[in-house]
């Protein structure tokens, strides 16, 4: 009687199990990979963002913002909040730049105009905030680098040690990654 040189079924099976395990493996060690890649899309973005506001304020003849100084929006030549949805048509090229590519919140994209939460363009606070910051002044940050879908929600329930990361576009044009421990968020003390 000559023996069968064929795999068994328990042979098979042990073998597709261990190519699941390993794929499983490498895929959980790509997500952090997959973030970053997300992050640096994002940062882009924001600096996309950055120029338009640039171009917008060459265009209506804007000084420079500077420490001590109290400038507000027209005298920087930036558009007021009610004039972002102007800025935006005329000076951004895709409507994607606006939208973080982690963002997940509770609106839908459709539904919604920008993704990247601002900072109150005009009145005195922001005239303050000039004079005070000058071009370090934030004007928009991204929220959504964090694991919760909802990050705001994370932070008032976040304990001490657990620290957050958010994309904040300066004033100037810079773009920064700032890192703040869980409960010391102050939302635009950057």
Known sequence: MQR?????????????????????????LLEPVRERSREAVCTSNLRQIGQAYAMYAADYDGAEPTVGVRAHHDDLGMPSDEQNSNL??????????????????????????????????????????????GPALPLRRCESHNAASEPIDALRHAPRWEIFRFNILRLGGSVDMVRVHGQDYRPWDW
């Not at 069968?4 to 099976?13: G, H, K, P, Y």
């Not at 090229?93 to 539904?111: A, E, T, W």
């Not at 105009?113 to 005070?132: H, K, L, P």
């Open 4 to 28: 069968s040189r064929a795999f068994t079924l328990i042979e098979v099976l042990l073998v597709v199990a261990i190519i699941g395990v390993l794929a499983g493996l490498i895929l959980a």
């Open 88 to 133: 935006f048509e005329t000076y951004v090229n895709s409507r994607d730049v606006l939208f973080c590519p982690s963002y997940h919140g509770s609106y839908p994209r459709d539904r919604l105009f920008i993704s990247y939460v601002g900072y109150s363009v005009g009145g005195e606070r922001f005239a303050d905030g000039v004079a005070a910051r």
